[in-house]
């Protein structure tokens, strides 16, 4: 699945926080349910517009970033 398939950034919507694609719903909500011990079915009931592919898709690019190599230099950039 192609990036713009999962997160849109626009300014035009929620000011250019990163949402899922085609829909108004934060990716950060997807963290935010997890880490309240919610689960992705329980995510994606509150979030209809929400695909289950596009949320698979956004915990694998999360992994990937995260276990990469490179992740103190992705940290530095981000923090």
Do not use: W
Not at 9 to 26: A, K, M, N
Not at 42 to 70: G, H, R
Request: charge should be negative; charged fraction near 25%.
């Amino acid at each position: 699945m192609n990036i713009k398939e999962i997160i849109n950034v626009d300014t035009e919507i929620l000011s250019g926080q990163p949402v899922f694609t085609g829909t108004r719903v934060p990716v950060e909500s997807l963290f935010d349910h997890l880490e309240s011990g919610i689960s992705l079915d329980e995510f994606l009931d509150d979030f209809p517009t929400v695909s289950k592919e596009q949320a698979i898709a956004l915990l694998e690019i999360a992994n990937k970033v995260l276990t990469s190599k490179n992740v103190e230099q992705i940290y530095a950039a981000v923090a």
